[in-house]
């Protein structure tokens, strides 16, 4: 597609159950980005993906959070056994180039509500 | 570490009135600036970014910006506001040297552009 696409849109689930949150960049962009949305925190980095190096997860609130990314193309995040504070916005942001300084382009984003 | 600081949650002007929404910035070396926008249910989009030479950078739908090294700002400035400039504005760094390529922001400031 012509942009940086997320599934699923919104996601309602209890507490303590696994989310999967899925992002398809653009075609040809070497990095890849997960960043979490909250009211009234800004966003906050989770983990960055680019090329086949190993990926930057400093970010990661916890070890409950994983991400991974296949073929160097479409990757997941997964959040486990999931928390109230889990509720955010996931965004998902691809690059053309990790060296080189080239702005990121964001997918709408993934609404989690854990109940 | 770095970190970006918008010292205001909500700026409110009239419409064809100047605009400024605030941005400083704390990094090691020298940095890579950049201004994205939110607007309602949408994923952020790219305005404008500064890489080097001339402080004062000119971007998307009439946005300008100008970074000043002394005081550590990057403020973003727009002539003449339009009510279609009400968005969620976001300001980010990143080291030019060091600091992996991840892109830290701010907790964004939200412009009302009022008729």
């Known amino acids: 597609g012509a942009g940086v696409s997320q599934s699923p849109s919104n996601k309602v689930t209890e507490k303590g159950k696994d989310v999967e949150l899925r992002c398809d960049p653009i075609?040809?962009?070497?990095?890849l980005y997960w960043y979490r949305q909250s009211l009234g925190q800004g966003l906050e980095f989770l983990i960055y993906?680019?090329?086949?190096?190993?990926?930057?997860k400093s970010g990661l609130p916890s070890d409950r959070f994983s991400a991974e990314r296949t073929g160097g193309s479409v990757s997941t995040l997964t959040i486990q056994r999931t928390q109230q504070e889990d509720s955010a916005v996931y965004l998902c942001?691809?690059?053309?180039?990790?060296?080189?300084?080239?702005?990121?382009?964001f997918g709408e984003g993934s609404r989690l509500t854990v109940l | 570490a770095q970190s970006v600081a918008q010292p205001e949650d909500q700026v409110n002007v009239a419409e064809g009135n100047p605009l400024t929404v605030k941005c400083t910035y704390s990094?090691?070396?020298?940095?890579?600036l950049f201004w994205y926008v939110q607007y309602p249910n949408r994923g952020l989009q790219f305005l404008l970014k500064?890489?080097?030479?001339?402080?004062l950078v000119k971007g998307s739908y009439g946005f300008e910006a100008e970074f000043n090294k002394s005081q550590t700002s990057f403020h973003l400035k727009k002539p003449s506001a339009l009510v279609s400039d009400s968005a969620l504005y976001f300001c980010?760094?990143?080291?030019?040297?060091?600091?992996?390529?991840?892109?830290?922001f701010g907790t964004g400031t939200q412009l009302k552009v009022e008729l």
């Open positions: 942001a691809s690059s053309s180039s990790g060296s080189m300084v080239g702005e990121l382009f």
């Open positions: 075609s040809g962009h070497t990095a």
């Open positions: 993906f680019q090329g086949n190096s190993a990926p930057d």
């Open positions: 990094v090691s070396g020298n940095p890579y």
């Open positions: 500064y890489i080097t030479g001339d402080n």
């Open positions: 980010a760094v990143r080291p030019v040297t060091g600091g992996g390529n991840k892109l830290t």
